[in-house]
């Protein structure tokens, strides 16, 4: 079973509360103690936020490792492959898979997915399993990045969270530039199993995710279709 759990916003990269969707991202493994790796690229290998996770998922019990890239890099063919888990941090997406390219490690995430190895993150972390991402990774306008293609579609995190997001996404579609986007508001997250949406996740207060669409120059938030919503 190949599986994305993909956070719009929120989580222990914020604080260190209830950590309800860390948990649920463990749960979907069958493993006690499985292992997680964190990759943290997209803050440019940030320490405050690789500590964050070392002090989440090891206190749920996790075999937990991180992988860096702005010191020396360990095998990463190697370490991959013994992963249940991977967990992408948030931060500037077109410079994470720049560098995740020239090492070769898109590829490897590639493999890893396929051979069942659960895919989770938040906002960068969460769009780079699409074909095309809303990102703010230019510091002065938003704009629609080319990612993975795990999954077919397009994603936007942080819906509801950043002023510029939703203006940005009815902009894109008005012109069809894109026909369609997944929005993923702050505090909840989109589980796609085998490839399709199966679970809206809200670990927040109603905190939702939407399918966007535009039709004679209205928008629409229809909801996900063959979806179940859980609230954590």
Not at 51 to 67: E, P, Q
Not at 212 to 228: A, F, G, L, M
Request: proline share 3%; aromatic share 10%.
């Amino acid at each position: 079973m190949r599986q994305i759990i993909a956070i719009g916003g929120g989580g222990f990269g914020r604080e260190i509360k209830d950590l309800k969707i860390e948990n649920y991202i463990i749960n979907q493994c069958l493993k006690q103690n499985p292992s997680i790796c964190f990759i943290p690229t997209a803050t440019g290998d940030d320490s405050g936020y690789i500590d964050n996770f070392y002090k989440a998922f090891d206190s749920l019990g996790c075999n937990t490792s991180h992988i860096d890239f702005f010191k020396r890099t360990i095998n990463l063919k190697n370490h991959i492959l013994k992963q249940d888990i991977i967990f992408v941090g948030g931060g500037n997406t077109k410079s994470m898979l720049a560098v995740w390219k020239e090492w070769g490690l898109d590829k490897l995430l590639m493999d890893a997915y396929k051979g069942g190895t659960i895919m989770s993150g938040v906002s960068a972390g969460a769009i780079c399993w699409f074909e095309n991402g809303i990102t703010d990774s230019w510091k002065d306008h938003q704009a629609v990045l080319p990612c993975l293609g795990f999954v077919k579609g397009n994603c936007c995190p942080h819906y509801d969270e950043e002023p510029e997001r939703i203006p940005y996404v009815k902009e894109i579609l008005e012109k069809n530039v894109l026909n369609k986007c997944y929005a993923i508001e702050g505090f909840c997250a989109l589980h796609m199993i085998d490839d399709s949406p199966k679970f809206i996740v809200s670990f927040g207060y109603g905190n939702d995710s939407y399918d966007v669409s535009c039709k004679d120059n209205e928008i629409i938030h229809n909801q996900i279709t063959n979806t179940t919503k859980i609230q954590l």
